[in-house]
């Protein structure tokens, strides 16, 4: 298996480095990229870039130059959901752009589309279920600098919608307005509905994991991202060197029939 995992963030990426073995690192136009292998598996991580284009062309690389056969999109988002809470731990089922064109008739919406163009994409079920199944009964413990921004000393590992646009969301109504009446999204970010609608063209199974970084509409939230930005990162990275074995080992089964 050759496992695509991508970040847009120096430091969602630097903090992945450490838990892959044989590791080499190199560039490619505007892409740092560290190969590396877990359980024999060879991982590429790419630094993207932020933003919508930075990460569809992100995958195109993947697919491209390293034949992957699953890309993985990780990194912070911002919650628009109350029960939600800095640290806490998205496994992303569905992504939409939130910034393209809703007109008045998005109440319209059917199950695959929202106005004329945005279009919801869906995680692939399988890696979806295994990362449910693989986090069932599993608890995440914040750092130790993480529980002065919080309450709670673990995470809430939980399913749900995410929207995706360039520019970040400082409230909800930086969202097009009516999308939230239709589409139940639960967390911001700039990046995962473009590698979904690029891994779609490519027919390459993707799933997005994100940890809150900060809750929409709180200032006081926002400004502690720029304080607590590493150890969320390294949050986020325990998170996935729990999950990846997993869901490598499935992917390959799967794959073999």
Request: a negative charge; hydrophobic letters at 45%; aromatic letters at 6%.
């Amino acid at each position: 298996m050759n496992i695509g995992i991508m970040c847009a963030m120096k430091e969602e990426y630097k903090e992945l480095i450490p838990y892959l073995t044989d590791v080499h690192s190199s560039s490619f136009q505007q892409f740092e990229i560290t190969k590396g292998k877990i359980n024999h598996n060879q991982i590429s991580l790419i630094l993207s870039g932020i933003g919508k284009v930075s990460a569809a062309l992100a995958v195109d690389y993947l697919v491209a130059k390293e034949d992957v056969d699953l890309i993985i999109v990780a990194g912070l988002a911002g919650s628009l959901d109350n029960k939600l809470q800095i640290g806490d731990i998205v496994l992303v089922d569905q992504a939409v752009a939130h910034d393209c064109w809703h007109p008045d008739f998005i109440k319209n919406w059917n199950k695959d589309i929202i106005s004329c163009g945005s279009r919801v994409y869906k995680t692939n079920g399988l890696l979806l279920d295994t990362l449910a199944e693989a986090t069932e009964n599993f608890e995440l413990d914040f750092p130790e600098r993480l529980t002065r921004i919080t309450k709670n000393k673990s995470s809430q590992i939980v399913t749900g919608a995410i929207a995706t646009g360039d520019l970040p969301v400082l409230s909800r109504t930086d969202i097009s307005q009516g999308l939230l009446d239709v589409y139940p999204a639960i967390c911001v970010d700039m990046e995962t509905a473009a590698v979904y609608q690029a891994a779609v063209l490519h027919s390459i199974p993707c799933v997005s994991v994100r940890c809150i970084s900060d809750i929409v509409g709180h200032q006081q939230s926002v400004l502690a991202i720029l304080r607590y930005v590493q150890p969320l990162c390294q949050h986020l990275a325990s998170f996935l060197s729990y999950v990846l074995p997993v869901l490598i080992e499935k992917q390959r089964k799967f794959k073999e029939g």
